[in-house]
């Protein structure tokens, strides 16, 4: 069973960097064919799509947030991170890191969730 955590602070100010990190037990992060995701559900709004991270390394970001989203990995840590850059009060929300079995822009597509961690923007 894979498990997913997400870590990171919890308040971060208006344009700083939020870096939130996401750690995996249960499997590899370079297993072949599982894409590795960012998603937010911000006060009012859905779930939003920011970006994917595949299995080969290679990643994807949704346009709204290709300027200023950054995901990596650690493959000794079996982690993955994301970083956004210039955070305004709208980045306010939780973030989830997930799993899926293709790199797709749906986040209902993706099979699994960590629990979440809620980052506020806020001076």
């Known amino acids: 069973q894979v498990q997913l955590q997400e870590s990171g602070p919890g308040l971060v100010k208006p344009s700083q960097t939020l870096s939130l990190t996401c750690t995996v037990s249960?499997?590899?992060?370079?297993?072949?064919?599982?894409?590795w995701s960012w998603i937010r559900q911000s006060p009012g709004k859905g779930l939003e799509w920011l970006g994917v991270l595949d299995y080969d390394g290679s990643t994807t970001y949704d346009s709204s947030f290709r300027s200023r989203a950054s995901i990596s990995r650690d493959t000794s840590k079996n982690q993955f991170s994301l970083r956004l850059t210039s955070v305004t009060p709208e980045d306010t929300g939780v973030y989830y890191c997930t799993l899926g079995w293709q790199a797709t822009t749906v986040p209902t597509t993706y099979t699994y969730w960590g629990q979440g961690t809620q980052v506020t923007v806020s001076s």
């Open positions: 249960g499997d590899s992060i370079t297993t072949s064919d599982y894409a």
